[in-house]
Antibody, heavy 131, light 108 residues
Framework: QVQLQQSGPGLVKPSQTLSLTCAVS??????????WIWIRQSPSRGLEWLGR?????????DYAGSVNSRITISPDTWRNQFSLHLSAVTPDDTAVYYC?????????????????????WGTGTTVVVSS | EIVMTQSPATLSVSPGERVTLSCRAS??????VAWYQQRPGQGPRLLFY???NRASGVPGRFSGSESGTEFTLTISSLQSEDFATYYC??????????FGQGTRLEIK
C-alpha cells in the first residue's frame, strides 16, 4: 500500500521560500506512470491544486497559473521522494499543504492535457507564513 | 474554469440514517468526478472515481451516481466513523482541477 509521508517547517517568514518534502513508500517508483502533486487547503480557498510532476521519458511539470512564477516541484528518484518549493511567500500562502498521487497511468507521452482522480494523499502539513 | 457546487454545506444526521450529498458541475463533465472523505486532522481519502467506481476498501454502504451534471454520494446507514467532510472533484477539464467546497456531516 502506497504511503506518503510529509516533512518540512510549519512556520515560514514572509518573502522566504516554503519547502516541503514528500517521501513515497510502499514499493512504488516515482517514475511508474503516476503524477505526483501538491495541493493546499485553506478556509478562504478550499482545496487548491498547485502543481504536478510526472515521468514520460523525461520529467514533465504542470503548475497552476496562480503560483506559476513561484513554484518548483522537484522529484528525487534516488530517495523516492519529491519536494515543493514556493518562493516569495506571503500570509496568503498560509494553508495545510498536501502531497498526493494522481492516477495518470493511462496517459502515454505528453500528458499535459490529461487529468485524473487523486488516489493517495499525504497526511498534510500546516504552514503558517508570519514574521 | 468548471465550478463544483456542493449542497448542503452542513448536514445534521443521526447514526443509522440514510444520507444523500449533492454536487453540481457548472458544465458537462461526463462521469469524471471523484468523491473524497476527510476526517478532522487527516488528509482526504478517495471514495469514488468515475462517479460510481468504489475505491479499494470503501464499505458497500457508500454509493455514487450521476444524472447529467448532478452527482450524488449516498450513505445508506450512517456509522460513527462516517461523520466527516465530503468533497467532490472534477477532473474532466483542466487546468485546473476543481473541487467543491465540501459537505460536513455532523451528529444530530
Amino acid at each position: 500500500q502506497v504511503q506518503l509521508q510529509q516533512s518540512g517547517p510549519g512556520l515560514v517568514k514572509p518573502s522566504q521560500t516554503l519547502s516541503l518534502t514528500c517521501a513515497v513508500s510502499g514499493d512504488v517508483s516515482l517514475s511508474n506512470g503516476a503524477a505526483w502533486i501538491w495541493i493546499r487547503q485553506s478556509p478562504s480557498r478550499g482545496l487548491e491544486w498547485l502543481g504536478r510532476a510526472y515521468y514520460r521519458s523525461r520529467w514533465r511539470y504542470d503548475y497552476a497559473g496562480s503560483v506559476n512564477s513561484r513554484i518548483t516541484i522537484s522529484p528525487d528518484t534516488w530517495r523516492n521522494q519529491f519536494s515543493l518549493h514556493l518562493s516569495a511567500v506571503t500570509p496568503d500562502d498560509t494553508a495545510v499543504y498536501y502531497c498526493a498521487r494522481e492516477h495518470l497511468n493511462s496517459c502515454a507521452g505528453d500528458c499535459h492535457r490529461a487529468s485524473s482522480y487523486i488516489d493517495v494523499w499525504g497526511t498534510g502539513t500546516t504552514v503558517v507564513v508570519s514574521s | 474554469e468548471i465550478v463544483m457546487t456542493q449542497s448542503p454545506a452542513t448536514l445534521s444526521v443521526s447514526p443509522g440514517e440514510r444520507v444523500t450529498l449533492s454536487c453540481r458541475a457548472s458544465q458537462s463533465i461526463a462521469h469524471k468526478v471523484a468523491w473524497y472523505q476527510q476526517r478532522p486532522g487527516q488528509g482526504p481519502r478517495l471514495l469514488f472515481y468515475g462517479a460510481y467506481n468504489r475505491a479499494s476498501g470503501v464499505p458497500g454502504r457508500f454509493s455514487g451516481s450521476e444524472s447529467g451534471t448532478e452527482f450524488t454520494l449516498t450513505i445508506s446507514s450512517l456509522q460513527s466513523e462516517d461523520f466527516a467532510t465530503y468533497y467532490c472533484h472534477q477532473y474532466h477539464t483542466w487546468p485546473p482541477h476543481t473541487f467543491g467546497q465540501g459537505t460536513r456531516l455532523e451528529i444530530k
